[in-house]
C-alpha cells in the first residue's frame, strides 16, 4: 500500500525557519517525480513546488521561489521542504503527493497524497 | 487568484445531473495540456478521481465522467448521491507560469 506521512508542522514566528519531511513506502520512491501542495485554511490548493525522480530537477512556485527548498533522499524514501523567510501567508497545510506517469499524461496527475502537515506562522 | 476558474458553489439534488466547469486560457487548457480533478471531503487530503480529463482511476464510479473543449474543461456528476457531496478541484498546467496550476475548488451541496 502507497503511503506517504507528513513531518516537520508546527507554529513559527514570522521570519523564521521550517523544514518538512515526507516518508515514503510501499512503492519504488526513487521512480517517481514528488510534489508539494498546499492548502491555506478554508482555501483552494495552491501548487508549491515538485522535484524529478533523482532530484536534479526543481520547480517553485514563484510565491516561494527564493524562500523554499525542495529535495528527496532516494536511500531514506523521503522527500523535504526546507522552509525560510515564513510569512503568514504560509500558513496552510502542506501536503506531499506522488506524480504518477501512468497514462502518459502531461502534467503528470498526483495519485496518491500524504495527509498533511499543518504549518502556522503567528506571532 | 486561481489560472483555472471554478464556480464557488453547486447543488442538486439526489439523483440528479450536475456539472462542474473549469475554465482556462490559452495557456494551459487551451494548450493542450490534460486536465486532472480531485475530491476533496473536510480535513481530509485530496483524491484522484479523474486523470487525463476523461479517465477514471480504478475505484472511481463511472457516474463521474471529464470532458474538454477548447479552454475549458468539465466534471459531471449523474445520479447524485449524499455521498458525493465534497470540495472539487481541476488542475492542469500553465506554460506562462512553467508550473502546475489548479483551479480554486467548487463546493457541491447535495440537497
Known amino acids: 500500500e502507497v503511503q506517504l506521512v507528513e513531518s516537520g508542522g508546527g507554529l513559527i514566528l514570522p521570519g523564521g525557519s521550517l523544514r518538512l519531511s515526507c516518508a515514503a513506502s510501499g512503492f519504488t520512491f526513487s521512480n517517481y517525480w514528488m510534489h508539494w501542495v498546499r492548502q491555506a485554511p478554508g482555501q483552494g490548493l495552491e501548487w508549491v513546488s515538485h522535484?524529478?525522480?533523482?532530484?536534479?530537477?526543481?520547480t517553485y512556485a514563484d510565491s516561494v521561489k527564493g524562500r523554499f527548498t525542495i529535495s528527496r533522499d532516494n536511500g531514506k524514501k523521503t522527500l523535504y521542504l526546507q522552509m525560510n523567510s515564513l510569512s503568514v501567508a504560509d500558513t496552510a497545510v502542506y501536503y506531499c503527493?506522488?506524480?504518477?506517469?501512468?497514462?502518459?499524461?502531461?502534467?503528470?496527475?498526483?495519485?496518491?497524497w500524504g495527509q498533511g502537515a499543518l504549518v502556522t506562522v503567528s506571532s | 487568484q486561481s489560472e483555472l476558474t471554478q464556480p464557488p458553489s453547486v447543488s442538486g439534488a439526489p439523483g440528479q445531473r450536475v456539472t462542474i466547469s473549469c475554465t482556462g486560457s490559452r495557456s494551459n487548457i487551451g494548450a493542450d495540456y490534460d486536465v486532472h480533478w480531485y475530491q476533496q471531503f473536510p480535513g481530509t487530503a485530496p483524491k484522484l478521481l479523474i486523470s487525463?480529463?476523461?479517465n477514471r482511476p480504478s475505484g472511481v464510479p463511472d457516474r463521474f465522467s471529464g470532458s474538454k473543449s477548447g479552454t475549458s474543461a468539465s466534471l459531471a456528476i449523474t445520479g447524485l448521491q449524499a455521498e458525493d457531496e465534497a470540495e472539487y478541484f481541476c488542475?492542469?498546467?500553465?506554460?506562462?507560469?512553467?508550473?502546475?496550476?489548479f483551479g480554486g475548488g467548487t463546493k457541491l451541496t447535495v440537497l
Open positions: 522535484v524529478n525522480s533523482d532530484g536534479s530537477k526543481t
Open positions: 503527493a506522488r506524480a504518477t506517469w501512468v497514462g502518459g499524461y502531461n502534467p503528470y496527475p498526483f495519485d496518491s
Open positions: 488542475q492542469s498546467y500553465d506554460s506562462s507560469l512553467s508550473g502546475v496550476v
Open positions: 487525463g480529463t476523461t
